[in-house]
């Protein structure tokens, strides 16, 4: 998608703090983080989100899970993180380009939802 957000990151269009890059995967931090370490892992194939992922991306998908852990040890998280993905509108997701966001630094990160919010 020659108009989305991370596809043009990839291309080098619009700038970013890269962390990794390789064929498949490019990492980087977060513009508005929400914890003292907070980067995003993305496919360089564009898959608008998790809900239009089938089997056929199954190795683009375990690349990204896979890579979590080295690129989070890299940046100092070496006591744990939280992975975030988020999916469609009820799942808030803001850039239609599926992300993983690697959330971590701080202790505690509080809880995952509120539970009110059910």
């Known amino acids: 998608m020659s108009d989305c957000l991370f596809c043009r990151i990839v291309?080098?269009?619009?700038?970013?703090?890269?962390?990794?890059?390789?064929?498949?995967?490019?990492?980087?931090?977060?513009?508005?983080?929400?914890?003292?370490?907070?980067?995003?892992m993305i496919p360089k194939l564009h898959i608008a989100s998790l809900m239009d992922a089938d089997m056929q991306h199954q190795m683009v998908l375990g690349h990204l899970l896979a890579k979590a852990n080295e690129l989070?040890?890299?940046?100092?998280?070496?006591?744990?993180?939280?992975?975030?993905?988020?999916?469609?509108?009820?799942?808030?997701q803001e850039v239609y380009h599926l992300h993983v966001h690697i959330l971590g630094g701080a202790e505690p990160l509080g809880s995952m939802i509120s539970r009110t919010a059910r």
Not at 27 to 32: L, P, Q
Not at 73 to 82: D, H, I, K, P
Request: no cysteine; hydrophobic share 40%.
């Open 11 to 40: 291309r080098g269009e619009i700038p970013a703090k890269k962390i990794y890059e390789d064929e498949v995967i490019f990492a980087f931090h977060d513009i508005n983080p929400i914890a003292p370490v907070h980067f995003m």
């Open 72 to 92: 989070a040890r890299s940046q100092g998280l070496e006591e744990g993180f939280r992975t975030i993905i988020n999916t469609g509108r009820i799942g808030r």
